[in-house]
């Protein structure tokens, strides 16, 4: 890796991709795939709603949540793929969106979509794997209230039971 000076004066980094075919490349924050393969784009929340919030709003209340309606703006091009995962990052039945949400560039109204979740607190994660695809994400809302049947789990939570 190293910058070089080109005959127009510019500096750019150039990288050698390291696997002996003498390839050099350059970064560019226009290009949508790796040499035709997708650039696979992964991004994780924090957990919605920490206790510290759930003090400042009493609706959400200390325990299990009932989460009812997502609403983001997220640009971009294909298709985003989008999981709500309950309590930890990997759980055990995270919900997935159906059919994600194509995106477009600019994004002109937020997205809405229902809910029926329990957890105590629910990450959400966008994602996109095809060539050409990307997103940038800049308002997440996620709604909801204290569980209104069930606020604490009934097994004594940990990895008991399926919740």
């Known amino acids: 890796m190293g910058a070089v000076t080109r005959q127009d004066g510019s500096e750019p980094i150039l990288i050698c991709n390291g696997i002996a ?21 992964l991004y994780t929340t924090y957990g919605f709603v920490n206790a510290a919030k759930a003090a400042t709003v009493p609706i959400f209340g200390f325990h299990a ?6 609403q983001f703006t997220a640009s971009g091009s294909g298709n985003a793929q989008i999981r709500i995962l309950p309590n930890v990052i990997n759980p055990r039945y995270p919900y997935t969106i159906p059919g994600g949400v194509n995106l477009s560039d600019p994004a002109f109204d937020d997205y809405f979509r229902p809910l029926n979740i329990r957890g105590n607190r ?18 997440i809302l996620l709604s ?3 569980h209104p049947w069930s606020s604490l789990n009934a097994t004594g939570g940990g990895s008991l039971g399926i919740a």
């Open 122 to 139: 629910c990450f959400i994660e966008f994602s996109t794997n095809a060539v050409g695809s990307y997103f940038n994400l800049s308002k």
């Open 144 to 146: 909801g209230k204290a």
């Open 21 to 41: 075919s003498e390839k050099i490349y350059q970064q560019d924050p226009t290009m949508r795939s790796d040499d035709g393969v997708a650039i696979n784009a």
């Open 65 to 70: 949540k009932l989460y009812t309606t997502l």
